[in-house]
């Protein structure tokens, strides 16, 4: 079975700093790879997946992640963070198109102005 | 991207009550759906998937006689939590899955529903 971690549950970063919320799997197959971002009391939102391809994935908002097959990784990367950038985000594995997706417990990435 | 709504979008009853949540995509069918429980600063847990004209099928340690799952058409599902106790309280999210081309596919979220059972 696939899992996923995220080693940071929060991260405090300064308003046009960068940033990265890291992501490590666990499978032994291949798999495709998700970021979500949710705001308060709202469902969530695809940012970025990969599929198959380019390792370098480019999302919405400035966001993008790459994937790392040798450390098993997906960290998800923003050279410059904004206010409304202050959310959670849960990064997600699936082995397939007709596999459950398996959810990391999130970071929460707060922005200070 | 495609929409899926869910109603309501928050609820609250007494202990013993049974509510339903409504899942809906709005433009597009759907012929998988997913019901996930979040708690409080937790992950989504996948409660249970839901294939249309079919029995949903339930993950480890989930109630199926609790949470009733019905996906009449290709555009609703439904979840009905039976008898609700405190314990239930939680925010209840749907998704629903569009495959295209028969390899890409992703998973739409409805907005959530926030259970409440006093």
């Known amino acids: 079975a696939q899992s996923v971690t995220q080693l940071d549950s929060q991260v405090p970063v300064f308003e046009e700093a960068p940033v990265e919320l890291r992501c490590n799997y666990s499978s032994s197959v291949s798999v495709y790879l998700f970021w979500y971002v949710q705001y308060p009391n709202q469902g969530l939102q695809l940012l970025l997946k990969?599929?198959?391809?380019?390792?370098l994935v480019k999302g919405i908002n400035g966001f993008e992640a790459e994937f790392n097959k040798s450390q098993t990784s997906f960290h998800l990367r923003k050279p410059s963070v904004h206010i409304s950038d202050t959310a959670e985000y849960f990064c997600a594995v699936s082995l397939g198109g007709y596999q459950k997706v398996t959810f990391g417990i999130g970071t929460k990435l707060q922005v200070i102005p | 991207g495609a929409v899926v709504s869910q109603h309501p979008s928050w609820v609250i009853c007494k202990s013993g009550t049974s509510v339903k949540i409504e899942c809906r995509s709005l433009d597009f069918q759907a012929t998988t759906m997913f019901w996930y429980r979040q708690f409080p600063k937790q992950s989504l847990m996948l409660m249970a998937t839901?294939?249309?004209?079919?029995?949903?099928?339930?993950e480890q340690g989930v109630e199926k006689d609790k949470f009733l799952i019905n996906h009449a058409s290709l555009t609703l599902s439904t979840l009905t939590v039976t008898s609700a106790h405190p314990e239930d309280s939680s925010f209840y999210i749907c998704?629903?899955?569009?495959?295209?081309?028969?390899?890409?596919?992703?998973?739409?979220f409805g907005p959530g529903t926030r259970l409440t059972v006093l």
């Open positions: 990969y599929l198959s391809g380019s390792t």
């Open positions: 998704s629903a899955r569009v495959v295209a081309g028969g390899i890409i596919y992703e998973q739409f």
């Open positions: 839901s294939n249309e004209g079919s029995k949903a099928t339930y």
